[in-house]
């Protein structure tokens, strides 16, 4: 079975300064895949996804993940962090090939920002 | 907005009593899904759906069943609660291709959650 982690289960890092969560996932073929962020007692919202094509993939508020096959890694990065960014990053993986887009989740990491 | 509403939002029930949460749709997906989570395993999904009457087992099903009797709506029951079954659940709709999404496939919307404490 597919699986994801996420390596870090908490980050901290300072306004201003530059970030990447880690994602790794376990699966033959290329995956659909996605990171989500959670803000404290609300849904998840959808930052950005990977379906094929270029592996550097752009999302909303500063957002990018690349995509990388030999390390089954699909990283977020943000080169400058934002108070507003504080809140839980999940990855997750779809492997069914686009037939039934069930998810697996990573089980999150929390950032916290300090000023 | 995807246009997904859970209800109800927050419940407090006891053991051994059923349970039913609901998830409404307003844009005819196709796809519907019942998500829990808990601290430490992040997202888990218990069932969903492909189509009216149309369901599937998740990776953690046990206890748990669901209807979906029209597009629009996906019930997910818990006969009789128990403790374990505290969690927040989250619904999801699918735009799959073919929806309007066809040359970036899919994309999955989530709902604001519907707090469930078991005591």
């Known amino acids: 079975a597919q699986s994801v982690t996420q390596p870090d289960i908490h980050i901290t890092v300072s306004e201003g300064a530059s970030l990447e969560l880690r994602c790794n996932y376990s699966?033959?073929?290329?995956?659909?895949l996605f990171w989500y962020v959670q803000s404290p007692g609300q849904g998840l919202q959808l930052l950005l996804k990977?379906?094929?094509?270029?592996?550097l993939v752009q999302g909303i508020k500063g957002f990018e993940a690349e995509f990388k096959r030999s390390q089954s890694s699909f990283n977020l990065r943000k080169p400058s962090v934002h108070w507003s960014d504080a809140a839980e990053y999940f990855c997750?993986?779809?492997?069914?090939?686009?037939?039934?887009?069930?998810?697996?989740f990573g089980k999150g990491t929390l950032l916290t920002v300090n000023p | 907005d995807a246009g997904i509403t859970q209800s109800p939002r927050h419940k407090v029930t006891e053991t051994g009593t059923p349970v039913t949460l609901r998830c409404h749709q307003t844009?005819?997906?196709?796809?519907m899904y019942w998500y829990r989570q808990d601290p430490g395993h992040g997202l888990r999904l218990i069932h969903y759906?492909?189509?009216?009457?149309?369901?599937d087992k998740g990776e953690v099903s046990d206890g748990y069943s669901v209807s979906r009797s029209k597009t629009e709506d996906f019930l997910l029951t818990l006969e009789s609660a128990t403790s374990s079954q505290t969690s927040v659940y989250f619904c999801?709709?699918?735009?799959?291709?073919?929806?309007?999404?066809?040359?970036?496939?899919?994309?999955?919307?989530f709902g604001e959650g519907s707090w469930l404490t078991v005591v």
């Open positions: 999801a709709i699918s735009d799959s291709p073919g929806q309007g999404s066809s040359t970036s496939g899919n994309t999955i919307y």
């Open positions: 699966y033959g073929a290329t995956p659909y």
């Open positions: 990977y379906f094929s094509g270029d592996t």
């Open positions: 997750a993986v779809d492997d069914s090939g686009g037939s039934n887009y069930k998810l697996t």
């Open positions: 844009e005819n997906h196709r796809y």
């Open positions: 759906s492909y189509g009216v009457k149309d369901t």
